[in-house]
């Protein structure tokens, strides 16, 4: 792709008017075959690695050029759909764990230019010869740290093995780790370090929160009631946790979602769309969230539970003040509970005993079961809540189409009026179940 087609669509379809340090080097030194990039969580990876691929990709040829692995499926489908909103004239497939096995293996009949996987699922489909990866160009294994640890070394050996045509490694990763394993065969490897205090400003503030009882959910409810209602993320280190924290939050009438490893797909996705449109204000998750989740404007994390790691503190913290926005972090610490070494104030913040609620519902989503699968497009459903549903254009908020459902924001305030004026209605001739989306 010429490199004029790929910034005019980041401005167009990502709003993002121009790239930064760490973008600008890596298409610099794209002539290096393998490249290690370091830089923090939040500061526009994804991106610095998908604009040289594109940069090098041949034109369509039947066969698959480009190989990203993901060691989750959350930053799977964010890689996904960033590369598709850029890579117009390539088809781009997403494989992970929890999707459609079918739905996948139907999109890679038609060879993709492009393949965001999961190293499992990438592995299986190879297996069960769905897909033909001996001639991929471009290998990228994003935040390798992750996939490269313990457990999952195997399937990105046998993987890694499956690709020997891979002239171009990049790998990318928010901490530093231990050298690669020698099945990546990366010689000459370049190393971008932005990890270094001095390469980023420093947007965050972290404050010390003390919490007098040793069950923190009181001095929960008073920093929320303290601190700036922008988008939150309240981390705790235990899916049961989250479940306790967030229906004691939801009890207050605070417009709050869970997000963990227990869930189903489908929740674990809804949730994320519904903090990114303005359902949810806050959102509760285990350390699964700290990564890969494609979250803008996160104004405040709060660590309701201890990191375990510097790691950890690392990635959660990366939640906000990404890229060029600032952010705060508060750390609530128990009565006699240790604080990490790692962990650096910038003050204490007290919270006072305030029961005023500055997060109001202002967005409720609707859902509808049809998807892309069904040939339903974000103008069908504009189009339909502005003629159907007695909305305005500039009512409807965000939308967001999956493959076998869609999720739109639109005003809390006239959710009730739009749900019964669209439940008996058609969209393009086809009747589809629409309700009020919960978690």
């Not at 489908?266 to 449109?277: G, H, Q, T």
């Amino acid at each position: 792709m010429k490199e004029s087609i790929i910034l005019n669509n980041i401005s167009s379809r990502l709003g993002i008017e121009s790239i930064n340090e760490i973008q600008k080097a890596m298409a610099e030194n794209f002539s290096t075959n393998n490249i290690m990039l370091l830089s923090p969580t939040g500061s526009g990876k994804t991106l610095a690695f998908i604009i040289p691929v594109l940069k090098n990709l041949r034109q369509p040829n039947g066969k698959v050029q480009v190989v990203a692995i993901s060691p989750s499926r959350e930053l799977a489908i964010q890689t996904y759909k960033i590369f598709r909103e850029i890579a117009s004239d390539y088809k781009v497939t997403c494989c992970y764990g929890g999707h459609n096995f079918e739905d996948e293996k139907k999109s890679l009949s038609v060879v993709p230019d492009i393949i965001v996987a999961t190293p499992g699922r990438m592995l299986d489909h190879i297996k069960r010869k769905n897909i033909d990866v001996y001639n991929v160009r471009i290998l990228v294994v994003d935040e390798f740290d992750k996939a490269l640890e313990l457990g999952f070394q195997d399937e990105m050996e046998r993987l890694v093995r499956k690709m020997p045509n891979a002239a171009r490694h990049i790998f990318t990763s928010a901490t530093k780790m231990d050298p690669l394993p020698p099945f990546i065969k990366a010689e000459e490897l370049k190393t971008l370090d932005y990890l270094k205090e001095s390469t980023l400003p420093q947007r965050l503030e972290i404050f010390n929160v003390k919490s007098e009882e040793k069950d923190k959910l009181k001095t929960l409810d008073s920093l929320l009631s303290d601190i700036d209602n922008g988008r939150t993320i309240v981390f705790v280190n235990y899916r049961d946790s989250v479940d306790r924290v967030y229906s004691h939050l939801k009890e207050q009438g605070l417009p709050v979602g869970l997000y963990h490893g227990g869930l189903e797909q489908i929740d674990r996705e809804k949730a994320v769309s519904m903090l990114n449109n303005g359902t949810f204000k806050i959102l509760v998750t285990t350390d699964l969230g700290a990564r890969g989740l494609d979250i803008s404007d996160i104004k405040n994390v709060i660590h309701y539970h201890m990191p375990v790691t510097e790691e950890v503190f690392t990635h959660r913290n990366g939640r906000s003040a990404r890229v060029d926005a600032s952010g705060s972090v508060y750390v609530i610490v128990g009565p006699g509970e240790k604080v990490p070494s790692f962990i650096n104030f910038s003050d204490t913040f007290k919270p006072t005993t305030s029961e005023s609620n500055k997060f109001t519902k202002t967005e409720e989503t609707l859902f509808f079961s049809a998807g892309k699968k069904e040939k339903i497009s974000k103008g069908d459903i504009l189009g339909f809540l502005t003629a159907k549903g007695g909305l305005e254009a500039n009512e409807v908020g965000q939308i967001d189409i999956s493959d076998h459902y869609s999720i739109v924001a639109i005003p809390a305030g006239k959710a009730s009026m739009v749900l019964k004026r669209i439940q008996q209605e058609k969209i393009k001739n086809k009747k589809v179940k629409i309700t009020i989306a919960r978690q």
